[in-house]
């Protein structure tokens, strides 16, 4: 039996529920290929502001470091809205990505065709939609410098910036190339060069990188053109590459393509470590209740299998139990819309059927 240690910083709101139903779900799939997983769960974002009186520190940065393999519930709630930066929970999520050195955050659009009539788009336009948001992850005007709030001539301004290097550009274009190769073969670069510097640069950058790969096509499209094309004909993608800001903006937009946020798994990867996390928030309104869609929590645990453990059939067998879910009608107040053979469920229906789902094989000799 094979054995490897993961961190799990289950987080704030909905974040423990998730995560308990993920890692229930990846400890029954790797068992049956003989490979056993040492979890260790720590504190991280809200709730560990209010124990240590910081996010996260330096313990739990260095342990999740060490492992190199983390998976995450999500972070924040009002209680810590007044905090100031450095000290609300989304702070430790930027410090723990940027320590990792995560630079890609990988976000797989599927439409399942279970869920096809979920969203609020209509069925035709939506109904085969596949493709990957390759989000730049540790650049940006997330991590920009300078960064301050001052003020002239009594009037209060603050100031963000837009920095990108050719290599963050370069780096972050080749992990899309190389996903484009493993898919239908195009990559469409989002970016805002007739207005932005900082766009032309990774225009420029990403021209660059597309001369390593003539088997892959190149297209390039402003980002306000993009989140039209998103909603007017999403088919049309395959592999989109894009920076830290407009890919956390045009991938919650595209969540509802799918019928939820809560569908949405992500992977952030760079070298050997990886950090995996469902794309929605931590809905501290109905943290608790036992109503959450842990099934983005479920599809990062398979992305976790697929690219940090090198088990893709493992990751394979949860996304197949997915569907079984899907196509089973279990619909958690999310995605439930009242059809004919639709059943209003909670988060403990849906784990129960994913881990049978998962236990149904044989264990892999």
């Given at each position: 039996m094979?054995?490897?240690?993961?961190?799990?910083?289950?987080?704030?709101?909905?974040?423990?529920?998730?995560?308990?139903?993920?890692?229930?779900?990846?400890?029954?799939?790797?068992?049956?290929?003989?490979?056993?997983?040492?979890?260790?769960?720590?504190?991280?974002?809200?709730?560990?502001?209010?124990?240590?009186?910081?996010?996260?520190?330096d313990?739990?940065?260095?342990?999740?470091?060490?492992t190199?393999?983390?998976?995450?519930?999500?972070?924040?709630?009002?209680?810590?809205?007044?905090l100031?930066?450095?000290?609300?929970?989304?702070?430790?999520?930027?410090?723990?990505?940027?320590?990792?050195?995560?630079?890609?955050?990988?976000?797989?659009?599927?439409?399942?065709?279970?869920?096809?009539?979920?969203?609020?788009?209509?069925?035709?336009?939506?109904?085969?939609?596949?493709?990957?948001?390759?989000?730049?992850?540790?650049?940006g005007?997330?991590?920009?410098?300078?960064?301050?709030?001052?003020?002239?001539?009594?009037?209060?301004?603050?100031?963000?910036?837009?920095r990108?290097?050719?290599?963050?550009?370069?780096?972050?274009?080749?992990?899309?190339?190389d996903?484009?190769?493993?898919?239908?073969?195009?990559?469409?670069?989002?970016?805002?060069?007739?207005?932005?510097?900082?766009?032309?640069?990774?225009?420029?950058?990403?021209?660059?990188?597309?001369?390593?790969?003539?088997?892959?096509?190149?297209?390039?499209?402003?980002?306000?053109?993009?989140?039209?094309?998103?909603?007017?004909?999403?088919?049309?993608?395959?592999?989109?590459?894009?920076?830290?800001l407009?890919?956390?903006?045009?991938?919650?937009?595209?969540?509802?393509?799918?019928?939820?946020?809560?569908?949405?798994?992500?992977?952030?990867?760079?070298?050997?470590?990886?950090?995996?996390?469902?794309v929605?928030?931590?809905?501290?309104?109905?943290?608790?209740?036992?109503?959450a869609?842990?099934?983005?929590?479920?599809?990062?645990?398979?992305m976790?299998?697929?690219?940090?453990?090198?088990?893709?059939?493992?990751?394979?067998?949860?996304?197949?139990?997915i569907?079984?879910?899907?196509?089973?009608?279990?619909?958690?107040?999310?995605?439930?819309?009242?059809?004919?053979?639709?059943?209003?469920?909670?988060?403990?229906?849906?784990?129960?059927?994913?881990?049978?789902?998962?236990?149904?094989?044989?264990?892999?000799?």
């Amino acid at each position: 039996m094979k054995k490897i240690d993961i961190i799990a910083l289950p987080g704030d709101g909905i974040g423990p529920e998730v995560t308990t139903v993920a890692l229930n779900v990846l400890k029954a799939v790797c068992n049956r290929y003989h490979t056993e997983l040492n979890v260790t769960e720590l504190p991280f974002g809200g709730i560990c502001y209010e124990q240590y009186g910081e996010p996260v520190t330096d313990e739990i940065i260095d342990a999740c470091k060490k492992t190199k393999i983390v998976l995450l519930g999500a972070v924040g709630g009002p209680q810590w809205d007044d905090l100031n930066a450095g000290k609300r929970p989304e702070a430790a999520l930027l410090r723990l990505r940027k320590e990792l050195g995560v630079f890609a955050n990988l976000r797989p659009i599927q439409v399942h065709p279970a869920l096809a009539g979920a969203s609020t788009l209509k069925q035709e336009v939506i109904e085969g939609t596949d493709f990957l948001i390759v989000r730049e992850l540790t650049g940006g005007i997330y991590f920009g410098q300078p960064r301050y709030t001052s003020e002239e001539n009594g009037d209060p301004f603050s100031v963000d910036t837009m920095r990108y290097s050719r290599s963050e550009v370069q780096r972050v274009a080749r992990v899309a190339f190389d996903a484009a190769r493993l898919r239908n073969g195009r990559v469409c670069s989002v970016d805002k060069a007739n207005i932005l510097e900082s766009s032309r640069m990774w225009r420029k950058s990403v021209l660059e990188v597309a001369e390593e790969y003539p088997d892959v096509e190149l297209t390039h499209m402003l980002v306000d053109n993009c989140a039209m094309q998103i909603i007017r004909d999403p088919k049309q993608f395959d592999v989109m590459v894009t920076g830290n800001l407009f890919g956390d903006i045009l991938s919650d937009a595209a969540s509802m393509l799918t019928g939820s946020l809560g569908m949405l798994p992500s992977a952030s990867v760079g070298g050997e470590n990886g950090l995996y996390e469902p794309v929605h928030g931590s809905a501290p309104d109905i943290a608790g209740k036992g109503v959450a869609n842990p099934l983005a929590a479920v599809a990062s645990a398979a992305m976790l299998c697929r690219y940090s453990l090198k088990m893709e059939e493992a990751a394979q067998n949860i996304e197949e139990a997915i569907l079984k879910v899907l196509g089973s009608g279990l619909r958690t107040g999310d995605l439930y819309t009242n059809e004919t053979g639709t059943i209003l469920a909670n988060t403990s229906d849906v784990a129960d059927l994913l881990l049978k789902a998962v236990s149904e094989e044989e264990t892999v000799s």
